[in-house]
């Protein structure tokens, strides 16, 4: 699990668009790492689609956006594509980062418990420190939040 203040794990994970996407390469870019269920459901594609919405203010101040989920390389090119996103998108298939992240928990829905990613976002400094981290985020105004976090940093 990740703290404030300590060295954001590093990854290189498969992306939207055939590429491979690696946190470290970004700096001295702020990163904001977004970790969410599962791409074309109605809660990721509304925050997929405010991060999309915000993305230049996040360039402006000098913040990339990455999206990260278990669905495939593949699966991201087709909700991308779908809904005209512009965040990085990184498939995590395997579920190693989700667990470095402490994102991966047990869940639970109409009294049942599985395992799943848990909706949680960080913001990495240029540095590679982890800066702030929202958990069990709720979608609305949680990208303005954020988004005025990286401003404010």
Do not use: N
């Not at 700096?27 to 990721?44: E, N």
């Not at 594609?45 to 956006?65: H, P």
């Not at 579920?95 to 402490?102: A, P, R, S």
């Amino acid at each position: 699990m990740t703290q404030i203040g300590e060295l954001a794990p590093d990854f290189t994970l498969p992306r939207d668009g055939g590429d491979t996407v690696t946190l470290s390469t970004l700096q001295p870019s702020k990163v904001v790492l977004y970790f969410y269920p599962k791409d074309d459901t109605p809660g990721c594609t509304k925050q997929a689609i405010g991060f999309t919405e915000q993305l230049q203010a996040f360039k402006e101040a000098g913040c990339e956006v990455i999206g990260v989920s278990k669905d495939t390389a593949a699966k991201h090119d087709k909700f991308r594509d779908k809904h005209s996103l512009g965040v990085i998108l990184a498939s995590d298939a395997e579920g190693d980062v989700c667990k470095q992240y402490g994102v991966w928990k047990e869940k639970s829905m109409y009294g049942k418990t599985f395992m799943g990613i848990e909706r949680s976002t960080f913001l990495i400094g240029s540095d590679g420190k982890i800066l702030q981290e929202w958990r069990k985020v709720r979608v609305p105004g949680h990208v303005e939040a954020v988004l005025e976090a990286v401003q404010s940093t």
